[in-house]
């Protein structure tokens, strides 16, 4: 699977209002866009000097799937909104590792309940 995150930073100037309208724009793509295999999205809460002010997780079978969805019609008032409201954009895609197939005995986690 591909994961395609996203992080933001917001222009000064930006209004609550438009951060708003770009949550409700991004809650709404995964019922219009089947390649969309996993969306998740949200604000910083930590608000460090290094931090951005909002992420986009998304996973797709394949770097097809995520080239229709960045080409895809309902996709691109969502990145026109991004351009207008943010002043830097960061992006990464990789292939996700399988955490399923880490050896609990070889590192040593206690995975104990609390």
């Known amino acids: 699977m591909l994961n395609h995150v996203v992080l933001m930073k917001f222009k000064s100037s930006v209004e609550e209002s ?3 309208e770009l949550e409700e724009m991004l809650d709404d793509l995964p019922n219009k866009i089947t390649e969309l295999h996993s969306f998740e999205f949200g604000r910083d809460i930590i608000r ?4 951005f ?4 997780i998304s996973l797709f079978a ?3 799937a ?3 969805y960045r ?9 026109k909104k991004i351009k207008q409201i943010c002043e830097t954009v ?3 895609d990789f ?4 955490a399923g197939s880490v050896d609990i005995e070889r590192t040593g986690w206690d995975i104990r309940p609390i």
């Open 53 to 56: 002010d909002f992420a986009l």
């Open 90 to 92: 960061a992006t990464v």
């Open 62 to 64: 394949n770097p097809e």
């Open 71 to 79: 080409q895809h019609r309902d996709h691109q008032p969502v990145l």
């Open 95 to 98: 292939q996700g590792s399988d």
């Open 18 to 20: 438009d951060i708003t």
């Open 48 to 51: 460090s000097i290094r931090s």
């Open 66 to 68: 995520l080239e229709r």
